[in-house]
C-alpha cells in the first residue's frame, strides 16, 4: 500500500516561477526513480524530468535550463523548482516514484495531478 500526493499547483504569469513537492508515503523499503509529467489540453503526457536514487537528473529539452528536480529521500519527497514559466507550460503535472515495497514487490505509482496555469 503506497500513495503518491502532489501539492504546489496554481496559476502564475509569464516569467514568473512555481514550486512543486510530491511524497510518497507508506509501506515502502526503497524508491528508485522519481519524476514528473506532464500532460496539456489535447495533447499525450510527457515526460519534464527524472531523478535516480544516486541524484542523477534528465530533462526535457522544452524546460532545460528552467526547471530543476530535486528531491529528500529522508522524506520520500521529490521536488520540482519551476522559473521563467512559460504558457506552453500549462498542464496537468503528475508525479511518479519507483517504488519497492517492504514485500519487495515493485511497481510505479502515480500521484493524482496538479494544475499549473501559466497566463497573464
Known amino acids: 500500500q503506497v500513495q503518491v500526493v502532489e501539492s504546489g499547483g496554481g496559476l502564475v504569469q509569464p516569467g514568473g516561477s512555481l514550486g512543486l513537492s510530491c511524497a510518497a508515503s507508506g509501506s515502502i523499503f526503497s524508491i528508485n526513480t522519481m519524476g514528473w509529467y506532464r500532460q496539456a489540453p489535447g495533447k499525450e503526457r510527457e515526460l519534464v524530468a527524472t531523478?535516480?536514487?544516486?541524484?542523477?537528473?534528465n530533462y526535457a529539452d522544452s524546460v532545460k535550463g528552467r526547471f530543476t528536480i530535486s528531491r529528500d529521500n529522508a522524506k520520500n519527497t521529490v521536488y520540482l523548482q519551476m522559473n521563467s514559466l512559460k504558457p506552453e507550460d500549462t498542464a496537468v503535472y503528475y508525479c511518479s516514484a519507483a517504488v519497492r515495497e517492504l514485500t519487495l514487490y515493485g511497481r510505479v505509482y502515480w500521484g493524482q495531478g496538479t494544475q499549473v496555469t501559466v497566463s497573464s
Open positions: 531523478i535516480g536514487s544516486d541524484g542523477s537528473t
